[in-house]
């Protein structure tokens, strides 16, 4: 079965700084890979997703990820780090056969340091 | 921009009584989906739903849930008798569904949360 791991509940950095989620799946094919940011009171918005092609994925808001399928991972970047982005960070596979479904990680509760 | 938007956001009902969530995906979408997150834990996928009829549906989809297309905006999902472990955020999706078999990306409402008591 599908599975999804975002390892970290919850990462403080400072604003500035360069930030890093983790995200690692379990299948067996590749799968289509999805990052998805909630803030406070709003919606799942799509910060980026990979199909297929090139590993390096850039996103919107500045971020950006790379696929390594010899890791199962799909880490979720940015360079530096804006108080704006505190948020909720989820990332999400679809798997094959079931095209319409997503399995999502629990999530990464990101707080920044002014 | 267009969005998904969901009525009510909170809604508070007693055990064993129906509710049903709305929502209106964007209009020139043709797939919706229903998700749910239970306090701490995961969002869960429930159902999608594609050329007014069921895609598919997780095993947490019982028959105590049902999802309609009333009209040519609204999508619901009833909840028959609701249950404690019910309460939950439950999340409306869309996709433009070009394909039944391509991957699109889906948008999501804000949620409405439910509470049984």
């Known amino acids: 079965a599908q599975s999804v791991t975002q390892p970290d509940i919850h990462i403080t950095v400072s604003e500035g700084a360069s930030l890093e989620l983790r995200c690692n799946y379990s299948?067996?094919?590749?799968?289509?890979l999805f990052w998805y940011v909630q803030s406070p009171g709003q919606g799942l918005q799509l910060l980026l997703k990979y199909f297929s092609g090139d590993t390096l994925v850039q996103g919107i808001k500045g971020f950006e990820t790379e696929f390594k399928r010899s890791q199962s991972s799909f880490n979720l970047r940015k360079p530096s780090v804006h108080w704006s982005d505190a948020a909720e960070y989820f990332c999400?596979?679809?798997?094959?056969?079931?095209?319409?479904?997503?399995?999502f990680g629990r999530g990464t509760q990101l707080t920044v340091w002014p | 921009e267009p969005e998904v938007t969901q009525t009510p956001s909170h809604q508070v009902t007693q055990m064993g009584q129906e509710v049903i969530l709305r929502c209106v995906p964007i209009s020139n979408h043709l797939y919706f989906y229903w998700y749910r997150q239970i306090l701490g834990q995961k969002v869960e996928f429930l159902v999608s739903?594609?050329?007014?009829?069921?895609?598919?549906k997780s095993e947490i989809f019982d028959d105590q849930f049902s999802v309609e297309r009333p009209d040519g905006s609204n999508f619901t999902l009833k909840i028959r008798s609701t249950k404690l472990e019910d309460s939950a955020m439950y999340f409306c999706?869309?996709?433009?569904?070009?394909?039944?078999?391509?991957?699109?990306?889906?948008?999501f409402g804000p949620g409405t949360r439910l509470t049984v008591l």
């Open positions: 999400a596979v679809v798997a094959g056969s079931t095209l319409g479904r997503l399995y």
């Open positions: 739903f594609y050329n007014n009829e069921i895609s598919e």
């Open positions: 999706a869309s996709s433009k569904g070009l394909s039944r078999v391509a991957v699109d990306e889906q948008f």
């Open positions: 299948y067996g094919a590749t799968p289509y």
